[in-house]
Every structure is written in structure tokens, then in C-alpha cells.
């Protein structure tokens, strides 16, 4: 069965973070999605190239396959659609009971045509790529006394400062001087056509 909407923007695993404007779609969830689908379970159930935006904010870390998820999420989406993932960075990644694994500065490396064995037949464009020491404060703040959310967020801008005039080297290198850093987030742009 293959969902309807007139939205042509997706929230992939919203969580209890419901999108307006977005059909949300969610399987372990207390709030109630637009639709409920295990995204673990392809085909996902919308058309092909019709997406022109599709966001994923700590849900890829819970997939058991990525890359054939992110191979599912080019078929959804229209030509030059933008794909947003914010995953947890490797050297804070498994810091969660259900995480499956973290990621890096290399995953981009995967949809590019020209990285040879590696390449998955799933042709992106790396658009912005940012590592980010203190993520989520929205979530923080249920757990954590204002005055050390506001402490980390400010660390943490002078800490995402340095790290992203090199995410390469960052995450090769010093992100564990810091303690880790808690997400990288990628923004990628579909090519349909290109190899």
C-alpha cells in the first residue's frame, strides 16, 4: 500500500517530535505518527521520486541497514530532493542501550561514484557535513538543570567552532580530548541519473 499526502516532506522516525508540515513516520513511538512503519521493513510505502525533503534526526543509529536505507530514501525522493541526517559521531555513538553503531566523516565517502569498491550505487552530493559536541538540548532539558544546559551549549559553540574547520580531522584526531562529540549531521543532495 503506498501512502497519499499532498506533503512532499518527510520526518523519518519523528519520535515524539511530530513535524508539522511533514508526514511522520514512526514505529516505536508514544506520539501518534502519521504513519506508523518499521523502518527496518523496505519498501518504505510511498512512490518513487516524490520526496523533495527528507529529514532523519537519531534514527539511523537504530537501523540495522543504512545503506540500504539510504538506497530506499533516493527512490522516495525527487532529482535534486535534500536528504538531512543528524546520527550520533562514532566516538559518542554507542553511549545508547540501542544504538547499532555510530558514524563518521567517512559515510559521505559511500554515495560518491568516484570512491571506487566503497561506492553503494546511490549517488549523493555531500552538501554541509558539522559535528556537534553538546546535541539535543531540547532533550537535555527534561534531564538536566538549566544552568549546565546553558554551560554545555556554551562550551559547546567554542567547541564546534574548532572542530568544524576540519571534521576530518577532528574526528581522526582530537574529538577525544573533548569527551567525544555527540553528532554529525549530514545534509546530502539526490542525483538521480548520475554514476
Known amino acids: 500500500m503506498t501512502f497519499k499526502s499532498t506533503s512532499r516532506k518527510l520526518n523519518l522516525g519523528s519520535g515524539e517530535f511530530l513535524k508539522e508540515g511533514f508526514i511522520n513516520v514512526?514505529?516505536?513511538?508514544?506520539?501518534?505518527?502519521?504513519?506508523s512503519h518499521n523502518l527496518n521493513q523496505l519498501p518504505y510505502p510511498f512512490e518513487n521520486d516524490y520526496f523533495e525533503r527528507v529529514e532523519a534526526d537519531h534514527v539511523f543509529e537504530h537501523l540495522y541497514e543504512p545503506f540500504q536505507v539510504m538506497q530506499e530514501l533516493h527512490r522516495i525522493c525527487a532529482p535534486e530532493a535534500i536528504i538531512h541526517?543528524?546520527?550520533?559521531?562514532?566516538?559518542?555513538?554507542?553511549?545508547?542501550?540501542?544504538?547499532?553503531?555510530?558514524?563518521?566523516?567517512?559515510?559521505?565517502?559511500?554515495?560518491?561514484?568516484?570512491?571506487?569498491?566503497?561506492?553503494?550505487?546511490?549517488?549523493?552530493?555531500?552538501?554541509?557535513?558539522?559535528?556537534?559536541?553538546?546535541?539535543q538540548p531540547y532533550m537535555k532539558k527534561s534531564v538536566m538543570p538549566a544552568i549546565l544546559v546553558w554551560i554545555g551549549q556554551g562550551m559547546g559553540l567554542a567547541i564546534d567552532l574548532l572542530a568544524n574547520l576540519s571534521p576530518w580531522v577532528c574526528s581522526r584526531i582530537w574529538c577525544y580530548w573533548v569527551g567525544g562529540f555527540e553528532e554529525i549531521e549530514f545534509v546530502f543532495r539526490v542525483k538521480k541519473g548520475a554514476a
Open 26 to 35: 514512526d514505529y516505536y513511538s508514544n506520539s501518534t505518527p502519521d504513519i
Open 85 to 135: 541526517i543528524r546520527v550520533p559521531h562514532f566516538s559518542r555513538g554507542f553511549t545508547h542501550a540501542d544504538h547499532k553503531r555510530g558514524f563518521d566523516v567517512t559515510f559521505p565517502y559511500y554515495f560518491n561514484p568516484k570512491f571506487g569498491p566503497g561506492y553503494q550505487g546511490v549517488p549523493l552530493e555531500l552538501v554541509k557535513m558539522r559535528l556537534t559536541w553538546f546535541a
